[in-house]
């Protein structure tokens, strides 16, 4: 079946621009996460959905950054007036999730295969 | 705040040996961990989950152990080939935390 999709691909911006990255998880997947990674890095959370609950934005490094996720399904990252420390892949995953404790379900995480955004 | 380190940035070994990844944590008590691989230019891939209540588990050439008294993971790749190069991450509950990765390279 289809597994998560992130769009566009690449993204190539100014700097002071505002950016919005697209996911689409797995369908019936209720968990959804962002997460970014900078060259050589490892991978930094940035939010997490859960159902209906409300999200965990305890990982946005700045209120430039926001998210949401209609109906439960499709998710968009938004990036406003980007720096050039923006600059990284930016990878989304969903999980079957469960409950609405973190730390309480235990499903793997099926990632995208990201965006990577360049800011000059 | 919750901490998870893999104690190589990048290793290095022969095509048929075995390599061992450690993973260590603090400031948590993980009811699981799981470990992933990353590709160049990819998202992570669910390889494995171990729970706290076991002491190993296997898939393949692959195992993991799970030691809570150490606060230690190991993931071991058996027979390794060329082909299991890449970069293998460990993650705590909820993949909220994940360590920076291991590089690992299979050398023929």
């Known amino acids: 079946g289809a597994g998560v999709s992130q769009s566009p691909s690449n993204k190539v911006t100014e700097k002071g621009k505002d950016v919005e990255l697209r996911c689409d998880p797995i369908s019936g997947h209720t968990a959804l996460y962002w997460y970014r990674q900078s060259l050589g890095q490892g991978l930094e959370f940035l939010i997490y959905f859960q159902g209906n609950s409300a999200p965990d934005k305890s990982g946005l490094p700045s209120d430039r950054f926001s998210a949401e996720r209609t109906g439960g399904s499709v998710s968009t990252l938004t990036i406003q007036r980007t720096q050039q420390e923006d600059s990284a892949v930016y990878l989304c995953a969903s999980s079957p999730g469960g409950g609405t404790s973190l730390g309480d379900y235990y499903n793997e995480q099926f990632f995208g295969p990201g965006t990577r955004l360049t800011v000059l | 705040s919750q901490k998870i380190e893999q104690n190589s940035e990048a290793l290095n070994i022969q095509e048929g040996k075995t390599a061992t990844l450690t993973c260590n944590y603090t400031?948590?008590?993980?009811?699981?961990l799981q470990w992933y691989r990353q590709d160049p230019g990819r998202g992570p891939v669910f390889l494995l989950l171990i729970r706290e209540n076991e002491k190993e588990k296997r898939k393949e050439r692959l195992k993991v152990t799970f030691d809570t008294t150490l606060k230690q993971s190991l993931f071991h790749i058996t027979a390794s080939q060329p082909a299991d190069s890449a970069t293998y991450l460990c993650?705590?509950?909820?993949?909220?935390?994940f360590g920076k990765g291991t590089r690992l390279s299979v050398i023929a």
């Open positions: 400031n948590y008590s993980p009811a699981y």
């Open positions: 993650a705590l509950p909820g993949g909220l935390v």
